[in-house]
């Protein structure tokens, strides 16, 4: 099927009940047993619960997987795939990533004896010089946040298939709209799908996709162990979004492109930071493994103090944290989502204090490039 066609219909089905075309939301802790060990598959809400299961297979179905495991946050979905290491084990991280992410590898992860690499993965030779005998996962966040930077997934595969590593991508920047890791060969893909698949802002959530049994078992039994598990009411907001998601995404990139071409063209930017613009330095690479250039655009300003001026002058665009939702956002990743990231290791990336990032939402274009330019002058 089509990916909208499967956005709308992959993973649910008719209620058997009342016929109701949307999967209902199915608000219960526990299901009646007929016997011992006899029942309809069902036992307890944190193991089963068809809403749940219908999100997980829906999101599969869009990032073209075998199975889904849906967390109660993206930072809760990254926490249970750590699930697949244990102490001594070694991990190779792409060196620009969420700033929830370095926390949780660095000041948790460390304390129960994982050790991580921070390298830039836009160079794969650099994953290969970092391996290790104790090297278990590349981690890859693919554009980076906030810097927009790409890593190639095929030629990063082809050194883990070699080494026997696993290869897991955050996907969430690109959404399966834009991007599927999956096909181009590594054995996970992140969603933090509180962003652009749940997309309006009011739900938090994470999911895990993989067409390995060996990991789904593992995350299965992660997810059912530590219980770290979206409401029912939360998957069933979510799946109404991706329902909605092509459309959205659609309109992500066109507006993003205005934004970004706004932004070339003021005096006061030093640069501006997209994937689809000519200039990126990995702008081919874009076009050749993603179908999109998606929503995200970061700039560097002139200096820290025209960025604190801006913020207050924006009206349209909200300062806040997060991204991916219909609305317009700008964020200042420095003291806001990379805060937890020493000032020496995110300015070796280019994230200085003029840096700001934008979410650009499905407004019209040209109300959003008003806001900007009255925000500038």
């Given amino acids: 099927m089509g990916f909208s066609t499967d956005a709308i219909h ?47 297979k829906n999101v599969a179905a869009l990032e073209k997987g075998k199975y889904g495991i849906a967390f109660s946050s993206g930072l809760a979905a990254i926490q249970a795939f750590m699930g697949l ?27 129960y004896g994982v050790e991580f690499s921070w390298v830039d993965t836009a160079f794969p030779e650099n994953i290969e010089h970092a391996i290790k005998s104790n090297t278990k996962i590349v981690y890859l966040e693919t554009p980076t946040n906030p810097m927009l930077t790409l890593t190639d997934i095929e030629e990063v595969v082809k050194i883990t298939r ?18 599927n890791p999956l096909i181009l060969g590594a054995d996970a893909v992140i969603h933090s799908s509180t962003k652009y698949l749940n997309g309006h802002s009011d739900v938090l959530g994470g999911i895990v996709v993989t067409s390995s049994e060996k990991i789904h078992d593992r995350l299965r039994y992660m997810q059912k162990a530590a219980g770290s598990i979206p ?41 501006v930071y997209y994937p689809g613009l000519p200039d990126h330095p990995q702008h081919q690479l874009a076009k050749r493994q993603m179908s999109g250039f998606g929503g995200m655009v970061t700039a560097e300003f002139d200096s820290f103090e025209m960025v604190k001026s801006l913020l207050k002058r924006l009206r349209i665009f909200a300062l806040a944290e997060s991204l991916g939702g219909v609305e317009s956002l700008v964020c200042h990743p420095a003291s ?3 805060a937890s990231v020493p000032r ?3 300015e070796k990336f280019g994230l200085t204090d003029s840096v700001l990032r934008f979410s650009v939402g499905i407004e019209d274009a040209d109300d959003l490039v008003q806001d900007l330019d009255n925000a500038i002058k």
Avoid at 10 to 29: E, K, M, S, W
Avoid at 162 to 179: A, E, G, W
């Fill in 10 to 56: 992959a993973g649910q089905r008719p209620d058997p009940v009342t016929g109701a075309v949307i999967t209902p939301v199915y608000l219960t802790t526990t299901y009646h047993q007929e016997e011992l060990g006899v029942n309809k598959g069902y036992e307890y809400g944190r193991l089963h619960n068809l809403t749940r299961e219908a999100l997980e």
């Fill in 85 to 111: 290491v244990k102490s001594g084990d070694h991990v190779i991280v792409s060196n620009n990533v969420y700033g929830g992410t370095f926390r949780l590898f660095e000041t948790i992860m460390t304390g």
């Fill in 162 to 179: 070699r080494q026997k590593l696993i290869c897991v991508v955050d996907n969430t920047f690109m959404s399966p709209y834009f991007q």
């Fill in 231 to 271: 409401s029912p009411f939360d998957c069933w907001l979510t799946l109404r979004s991706t329902k909605t998601l092509a459309v959205r995404m659609k309109q992500h990139e066109i507006n993003a492109f205005t934004v970004a071409k706004y932004l070339v063209s003021s005096k006061y930017v030093k640069r």
């Fill in 336 to 338: 806001m989502t990379h």
């Fill in 344 to 346: 020496e290791v995110r």
